[in-house]
Structures are given as structure tokens and as C-alpha cells.
């Protein structure tokens, strides 16, 4: 469940606090598939399954890209900002993938807030730490701190 600011203002008594978890999605080989289509990264470990069984994941594998956007489908499941105009996603400080994400495994972000500071054009911008957890594993398939701008709703 999605933790609800009213505004973004209310983001900035929230450095520390943890967010999530979403909910679980199964990673299989049609949306790996998908991604390598879209992306033109055919690399065996990821759409060769028959080849993956004597690799060194034994099985296929997610790309670490695709794992990352998946930071996207997440984040508003479990960070819910109100009371904005507009809201954008403004880059990133960091990103690693700590471990692999089998085929048929499912994942899911959780976050904590880092740092909340306002802009000098009156947005808030905030740094989260989104974690791509993989079910039943040690660590996470990545870890990104994203930074996002929300701008308040002006009254006209």
C-alpha cells in the first residue's frame, strides 16, 4: 500500500521513513522476451532457456534493465504524492543489481526516503532508495536512488 503525502511538502518530514512493499510480480520469460525485442538484447542468458539450463544461472534471466524499470511500475505503488501539478522523475544517483532474477521468480520494490529539499523553482525534490526484492533470495535484484520533482497545485 501506497504511503499518501498530501502534499509534497509533507515529504519533508519523512527522511528515514520506509515505503512499501508493492505488490509481488512473476518475472517470466514472455516479459523477458518483450524486453529484448523492445531493447535488441538478445544475449542467450536471457531468451535461450535451453542453452540457460547449462549456464551459470541455470535458467534464463531478467536483464538488469529490465528489473530496473520495473522501478517505474512500483514506485507508485508504494509512494503517492498529492496536492501536485506535476510530478517528474529527475534521474539517478546510483543503481547496482546485487543479484540475478530467474525466470519464474517474483519481485517487488520497497523504498525508504533519503533526502527531501526544495528546488529553486518552488518543487520539492526527493531521493528515494527503491529496492527490487527477489522473492526468497538474499538480495535484492537491484537497488536505485531515484530523484523525483513534485510541484505543488498553484491556485489561479
Partial sequence: ????????????????????????????????????????????????????KDGP????????????????????????????????NYGADRVRFPAPVPVGSRVRGVGEVLEVERTKDGGIQAKVRVSVEVEGADRPGCVIDTISRYYPETTT
Fill in 1 to 52: 500500500m501506497a504511503a499518501v503525502f498530501e502534499n509534497p511538502f509533507e515529504l519533508e518530514k519523512s527522511v528515514g521513513r520506509k515505503l512499501g512493499p508493492s505488490d509481488w510480480l512473476a518475472i517470466d520469460q514472455q516479459r523477458i522476451d518483450g524486453f529484448a525485442e523492445a531493447t535488441g538484447d538478445h544475449q542467450w542468458i536471457h531468451v535461450d532457456p535451453e542453452r540457460a
Fill in 57 to 88: 544461472f541455470g535458467t534464463t534471466i531478467a536483464h538488469g534493465y529490465l528489473t530496473l524499470s520495473l522501478v517505474n511500475l512500483f514506485l507508485p505503488q508504494i509512494l503517492e504524492v498529492r496536492g501536485i501539478s506535476m510530478g517528474v
